[in-house]
């Protein structure tokens, strides 16, 4: 199944970054330099200092940065492929993306970092990584974004896996007490260049550290490391921000027993899950027991209609988020697609062994660099619409607020989907008699919902369902659409806190369609329910 989300360019309001001051921490709320409370709203700019396999739709053997570092060198030779990485990271991100993301109305971009961009195996700085570092918060400081920094990649590597470039497949920053100096090292370092620069919104300092199996094996290390890292980094930055990420891709926060420093927030994760309380329950807990802010970190890689209602979830209860990420090679999800050049599969298979000269991968990579920058990239404005709920092209049926009932429902029955919304009396069901998985929500590259996927909610005459927009979203320009894409007998009216679908007669609401969109029965057509 192919389609398109890309819709004419748009405008989106703007929320510029306060930059006088710190953000810091008050009470479980983020604050700015002059005390207004914040709700972030940002994106991530991976791929850039810290290459992932499947941004570039690479397989096994061509995930991790150095897998792709070796195939490139492989492909054209180790001094051009030195060539093609310093073009890169001139192009990848320029001040272009970062005038766009604020355009785009985000307030902070997360910047992963590879530790070996800005320190060597002796743990010394590289002047060159810092740079790029140093150039970005200029561009940030002229558009008025805030920057995270986040250690993506440790010295050692902190997961084990290929999102942190480890160089054997291990957590060795727990391992090795080499690796754990030169992390220390790093933070204090970073400290010392920008305890005065209000552009950075904070540190974060490790991303999703520990997966898996080594989520139980070495999680005291981890919270003794954090102990450590925070320490060398008050010793020398008192202002910032620091955010901790808790284990196993940031989901487990049961190392967060006490609060290790006053300026501080936590930080989960959260894909291809249920949109719903019951997913973040244990992280609202830890904000309530400890008094911390929380925040979402990272986060999408879905399609339109989980989109939507995953960034309600969390602005629902009052937590900042951040987009993961702004571009990518090939992609529906994100907000910019890099158009991948002729030839490209060509790549993609020489990481299975498929032969290619090397002037051919040659002429490939150099047109890639031309097409990474912004103004050659396809656009996904749809993407932006669904996260921002600013005229959204769709809403589904199940991503009505979270302010429970007489706020964003009024309905008497009871839902009937495993693991979804299980506390509200709205009857939520499959839309189909057909057999379901046991996670709809599984990753999804910007398709529709399946029709083995897709829930509806069965309303009752007189019942209601309220979904969140912004102000600019107006009832007239929204159909209220069944499961076979015919319109259902109710209206559309807007109120105080955005659409409320109220139905005239009983009925099953598939989704809220803005006028023109296509986008949520291709699925059905292709799978003949339609």
Known sequence: MTITQTSPRRTFARRPAVLDGFVRREGTELVDGTGNVLQLRGVGLGNWL???????R?????????????????????????????????????????????????????LPINARIIQDASGTPIEAGY????????????????????????????????????????????????????????WREIARRYRDEPVVLGYDLLNEPIPNEWQHRYADELADLYRDLTAAIREIDPYHLIVYEGSHWATNWSIFTEVWDENSALQFHKYWSPADRASIAAFLETRDRLQLPIYMGEGGEHNLEWLYAAFRLYEGHGIGWNLWPWKKVDTRTSPASVV???????????????????????????????????????????????????????????????????????????????????????????????????????????????????????????????????????????????????????????????????????????????????????????????
């Open 340 to 530: 991948p050049p002729t030839g490209w599969e060509d790549v993609i298979a020489s990481v299975g062994g498929t032969a290619l000269d090397r002037a051919t991968a040659q002429l490939i990579l150099d047109d890639l660099i031309e097409a990474i920058e912004i103004d050659r990239c396809k656009r996904h404005d749809d993407v932006l619409a669904a996260v921002f709920a600013d005229r959204p092209a769709v809403i589904p049926a199940w991503g009505y607020g979270f302010d429970g009932a007489g706020r964003s429902y009024e309905a008497d029955a009871s839902p009937d989907v495993p693991n979804l919304r299980l506390g509200d009396t709205v009857a939520l069901r499959y839309a189909f008699d057909i057999e379901h998985p046991s996670n709809p929500f599984e990753s999804h590259a910007g398709d529709p919902f399946r029709p083995d996927e897709l829930v509806v909610v069965d309303l009752a005459a007189g019942e209601w369902l309220e979904f969140v927009v912004e102000d600019g979203t107006d009832a007239v320009d929204y159909t209220p659409l069944s499961p076979d894409g015919k319109a259902v007998p109710a209206r559309i009216t807007r109120t105080d806190g955005g659409l409320r679908v109220i139905a005239a007669a009983p009925l099953r609401l598939a989704w809220l369609v803005l006028d023109g969109s296509k986008y949520p029965l291709v699925a059905l057509v292709d799978h003949g329910q339609a």
């Open 131 to 186: 740079a790029l570092i140093d150039r970005l918060i200029e561009w940030c400081r002229t558009h008025r974004l805030w920057i995270l920094l986040d250690l993506h990649g440790a010295p050692g590597g902190q997961t084990g896996t290929n999102i942190d470039d480890s160089p054997n497949g291990k957590p060795e920053l727990f391992m090795v007490d080499e690796y754990r100096d030169r992390a220390i090292e790093l």
């Open 58 to 110: 690479f397989g096994p053997g061509a995930e991790s940065p150095r897998e792709i570092e070796a195939l490139f060198a492989r492909l054209i030779g180790a001094d051009a492929a030195e060539r093609f990485w310093r073009e890169f990271r001139e192009r990848f991100i320029t001040e272009q993306d970062i005038a766009e993301i604020a355009a785009a109305g985000f307030d902070h971009v997360r």
């Open 50 to 56: 810290l290459p992932e396999g499947y941004m570039w």
